[in-house]
């Protein structure tokens, strides 16, 4: 039977002149909604930036499907809340499958672990538009997808924050979806309030204060201010349930655990020159040593056949290093 494989990889993007940002930026930037979608010309500034921002942390991911660039993931880590927000995970239509979609989004948790960020909650915006009935592909996918992979809904008012003061099309009704590292069935009012304030003002408000004069920044937290008054009005009690019955595979039974990040190791390079170095030096000294002895008990002297051996360790010896260097380069 012929063997089968595919190889997911993530790698984090450090800088715009990374020959494949532009290849995996042109994904997002033909499959993203408008409604929902960043500017790209604001992606690229906040990567290459380089004072720190203390408020908010962009993380730029390109996506490969055994070695392919299939797509483009851009998170946020919010520090002062320890909150990781999933912005968007592009992929081209082909690939926007389950088999797909799960192991990236477990090796973006992966990631964030293994980089030992200190993270309370992993949240991500999704769609309610017209109450649910006029959702955008991305939010359709996540609502799915993130359901399977332990994300409750917070059953409180949310609306997405403005994308700039001029996409209108980008404030509508939405919930937020939220992960920690235990199943929550309810968090508390404050708790879900710093959440959306650290998302409104430690991140959008942050982000866009690059982009606008005095007046427009005004402008646009005053947009922010009205977004959260009403959120803050719409929650009546001191807590607020997080709902998980939204999965067709979980209504109706009890909730086992069968989503998490996956186990990653981390390849070792090994060094091919102390084994070629050892083939060099000690090899030819043994098999010398060891050809002494062997003739020496047969009566054959040494300097008879010392240029044969001569020469059949050296081509021996010059044959094993092209084939290690060989496989080094490959």
Request: proline share 3%.
């Amino acid at each position: 039977m012929e063997q089968l494989e595919n190889k997911f990889t993530i790698r984090r993007i450090q800088k715009s002149s990374d020959e494949d940002y532009v290849t995996a930026l042109r994904i997002y930037n033909e499959t993203t909604p408008v409604d929902i979608k960043t500017s790209t010309n604001e992606i690229t500034y906040w990567l290459d930036k380089k004072e720190i921002n203390s408020s908010f942390e962009l993380l730029l991911f390109i996506l490969y499907l055994d070695g392919v660039i299939v797509g483009f993931a851009m998170l946020s880590y919010l520090e002062k809340q320890h909150i990781a927000v999933i912005d968007y995970i592009a992929l081209y239509d082909q690939y926007r499958v389950n088999a797909i979609f799960f192991p990236f989004i477990s090796l973006l948790q992966s990631y964030l672990s293994e980089s030992n960020y200190d993270i309370a909650y992993i949240v991500n915006e999704i769609s309610h538009k017209n109450k649910g009935r006029s959702i955008d592909k991305e939010s359709r996918l996540f609502k799915k997808l993130f359901c399977l992979e332990g994300f409750g809904r917070i059953e409180a008012k949310y609306y997405t924050p403005p994308l700039g003061i001029r996409n209108h099309e980008s404030v509508f009704e939405a919930y937020l979806y939220i992960k920690s590292n235990d199943n929550i069935e309810i968090i508390s009012k404050e708790t879900y309030l710093s959440i959306v304030h650290s998302i409104y003002n430690d991140y959008f408000v942050e982000w866009y204060k690059d982009f606008f004069d005095s007046q427009d920044l005004n402008t646009y937290k005053q947009k922010i201010a009205v977004c959260l008054q009403s959120i803050e009005k719409n929650i009546q009690s001191e807590s607020v349930n997080i709902a998980y019955v939204e999965c067709p595979v979980l209504g109706g039974v009890s909730r086992e655990v069968t989503y998490g990040v996956l186990p990653t190791s981390k390849k070792r390079k090994v060094s091919f020159w102390p084994i070629l170095i050892t083939l060099i030096v000690i090899c030819p000294l043994a098999i010398i040593w060891l050809y002494t002895i062997v003739l020496d008990r047969i009566g054959i002297p040494m300097s008879a056949v010392a240029t044969i051996i001569g020469s059949f360790v050296s081509a021996t010896i010059t044959a094993i290093s092209a084939v290690m260097v060989a496989k080094k380069k490959s």
